[in-house]
């Protein structure tokens, strides 16, 4: 309830209330749009900011375009993912919930990362915050209780867990099979998109026809992987023959338990040449050229990453059948999903490992088969489109409709009630007394002020319709209007004319108002030339045309009802307005570098060359040692956090060729970005600031 603002909560008692037409929300084009321009507040809660799988499926949602609008990180402790998130724009809040939503008041929709962040969905349920809650382990009865217990959290027991199952709106799991072991009242089954491969991943890849047939084992050696198993699968269908081999890709040797698996893992291959392994890296792509299919063995996976990207790159797959897998690719179509049992592995490698054309010929059907499949599922731009989906369908955007001259032909009406008094211009001004000759101003403000004025209005032509279907559409459409103050009928006949021409369950959505930036909403479809008030508006107003408002520019404009919902789809989409230039820039010329001070004389001569060639307009200039060392630095500091990760095959942030945008593709200078403009010279150098975990 705002202090100048009176929502109408009761119908007029005269007509029976009928049910308002809604339906849920699903606009194609709002869940597909790079940008989303709405109100509000993203929330993402995280259990903690360590370098993970699941928290790098948080950040390719935000990387990809959920929400455009403010996105706050709550995680209870620092960690070295949080940079990753704040080099994209997110404030990164380390303490609790509830001190959050003290100091961050228009929290609009909320996505809780891991089954730890149970307790937060049963707080934000009870705040009336709608939330999607991603479940990414794989934790069957029995074993819940242990992990939980495992990890001493107080906040999250077997008992909150089934408290946010049971209350959540929205529960995602990542396959279908996950559903069904937990079991959530409303679940839905999203998979986790990878980031499709760089044009370039191919690049330098050796024929296949010059080497040995390759199988690819890729992840964190290590007992849930089950390598060693794979090493001994290989052998034993290799026998004698030459032109096949195994790289196993992922030995770490960090914990005591990875480094005995590895030595485990050689002890199987036996001193094999055939066997080849390898440490973890952040090039997996120079083991993808190599691949033509990928060995995946493990025995704990939920829906493996590495299973998606070898299938985008049109690599076969021979897999175990556990957990979401068999939802991930069609057997004998895709790959092979199997038992793990070592005779179903070894016929699948013969059936693929077939030497000469025939063989290449079955890797080459099926790989292309698994591409095309992995491209339409596995997508970051699929996995954000549905769960903009369900962000729009929890919180769908919230149309504010103003009443005289939109919703209401208010002119035409007093045009009707004013008949030949005298003529109305009405260029003059948005306020009708001004539109009449000066002797009948009087007359005019008396009219508008009589009783039944309000109430006796016409609808604007298309109006009625409109409205009904966008509330049918799923849209949360309120009629924002001003009263006339100095009225003594103006608000009882508004309310009369809403109940009257859409029905009595409709009062309920009125909003009088005197000042309207204190509402908060997506969209404001007003005639109002210039509206202004105490807030800086959370809406953006849509022009409805009339012959008062011509001189504004910079807004989307309609001139009829038929227009409005495209026009709505459009704003909400982050499209300017119609005659919006706000994107031009200043860009720096050869001329005005010209007429800066000249300092070549102060510079060491092996820098002398190249300044003067920037000076003369060229593109690049003398980068000297700092950037150099800012992309060393960037380097070393990348490979530490790989060494961090669970599995750093599920960790794309910081890879070679998987930069996010603040990289700006240069090497991994993150803090600078030279913005080159079309004619080959930058237009500025901008040092972008990190909100949390800067290194020195």
């Known amino acids: 309830l705002y202090s100048n603002s009176i929502y109408v909560d009761a119908a007029p008692p005269e007509e029976p209330a009928a049910p308002m037409p809604t339906g849920q929300f699903a606009c194609e084009p709002l869940m597909t749009s790079k940008e989303i321009a709405m109100h509000g507040t993203l929330l993402l809660c995280t259990q903690n900011l360590a370098v993970s799988g699941a928290n790098q499926v948080l950040l390719n949602l935000i990387d990809g375009g959920l929400w455009s609008g403010s996105t706050v990180l709550l995680s209870p402790s620092v960690g070295p993912f949080g940079k990753e998130f704040a080099d994209l724009g997110v404030a990164v809040y380390i303490g609790q919930v509830d001190d959050l939503l003290r100091r961050v008041r228009d929290v609009r929709f909320a996505v809780c990362n891991t089954i730890m962040t149970a307790h937060l969905v049963v707080e934000l349920t009870k705040h009336g915050i709608p939330a999607s809650w991603v479940l990414h382990e794989w934790w069957p009865a029995g074993m819940l209780e242990d992990e939980l217990k495992k990890r001493n959290d107080k906040n999250t027991t077997p008992q909150i867990v089934r408290e946010a199952l049971d209350t959540c709106p929205r529960v995602v799991s990542v396959c279908a099979a996950q559903r069904e072991l937990y079991s959530p009242i409303h679940g839905v089954v999203n998979f986790v998109g990878v980031p499709e491969p760089v044009k370039t991943w191919k690049v330098g890849a050796e024929p296949a026809s010059s080497r040995p047939i390759t199988c690819l084992s890729l992840g964190i050696v290590c007992p849930r992987k089950n390598q060693h198993w794979g090493v001994e699968v290989f052998k034993a269908f290799a026998g004698e023959r030459t032109d096949v081999r195994l790289i196993v890709v992922g030995a770490r040797y960090v914990r005591d338990y990875e480094i005995e698996y590895v030595k485990k893992v050689k002890a199987a291959a036996d001193g094999d040449r055939r066997i080849e392994v390898y440490d973890v890296t952040s090039d997996v792509d120079q083991y993808y050229r190599q691949a033509d299919i990928l060995l995946f063995t493990s025995l704990n996976e939920v829906t493996p990453m590495v ?57 080459l059907q099926m790989g292309l088969a698994a591409k095309k499949h992995a491209d ?41 009630a004013w008949g030949s008094t005298s003529t109305i211009d009405r260029t003059k001004s948005y306020s009708m007394q001004l539109c009449v000759p000066p002797e009948h101003t009087a007359a005019a403000t008396a009219l508008y002020h009589s009783k039944g004025f309000f109430a006796g209005l016409p609808p604007a032509t298309g109006a009625i319709e409109t409205v009904r279907r966008l509330a049918a559409s799923g849209y949360q459409v309120f009629f924002c209007t001003s009263p006339v103050v100095s009225s003594a009928h103006s608000f009882a006949e508004k309310c009369e004319w809403i109940t009257k021409h859409f029905g009595a369950a409709w009062a309920s959505r009125i909003i ?49 009802w ?22 031009s820039t200043t ?4 001329e005005d570098v010209a007429a800066l001070p000249d300092f070549a004389h102060l510079l060491p001569a092996d820098y002398r060359a190249d300044y003067a060639a920037w000076r003369s307009g060229d593109a690049h200039g003398a980068k000297g040692e700092a950037f150099a060392a800012a992309a060393k630095h960037a380097e070393m500091q990348d490979a530490s956090l790989n060494l961090e990760a669970d599995d750093f095959t599920e960790i794309t942030v910081f890879r070679s060729g998987y930069a996010n945008w603040r990289r700006g593709g240069v090497s991994g200078a993150k803090s600078i970005m030279l913005l080159r403009g079309e004619d080959d010279t930058y237009n500025s150098v901008v040092a972008m600031p990190s909100f949390v975990g800067r290194q020195p």
Request: hydrophobic residues 40%.
């Open 376 to 416: 339409a599922t596995f997508t970051n731009m699929s996995m954000v489109a549905n769960y903009r989906a369900g962000l729009l369908e929890l919180s769908p955007p919230v149309v504010l409709l103003d009443m005289d001259g939109v919703v209401v032909d208010w002119d035409k009406g007093f045009a009707n």
């Open 512 to 560: 009088m108002t005197t000042d309207k930036t204190t509402v908060r909403g997506d969209v404001l479809l007003d005639d109002k030339p210039l509206i202004t008030g105490s807030q800086f508006p959370a809406w953006t107003q849509i022009l409805f045309d009339a012959p008062y408002n011509q001189n504004v520019i910079g807004k989307k404009r309609v001139s009829a």
């Open 587 to 590: 860009k720096v010329t050869k």
């Open 562 to 583: 038929s227009e409005v919902e495209q026009a709505i789809t459009t704003v909400l989409s982050g499209a300017p307005g119609d005659a919006d230039d706000s994107s």
């Open 307 to 363: 299973i998606a990207e070898s299938m985008m790159r049109a690599i076969p797959v021979i897999t175990t059948n556990i957990a979401g897998i068999p939802e991930m690719l069609e057997h004998a179509k895709h790959g092979y999903v199997l038992e793990p049992k070592e005779e179903c592995f070894v016929d699948a490698l013969k059936e693929l490992c077939l030497p000469g054309t025939e063989g290449q010929r079955k890797r």
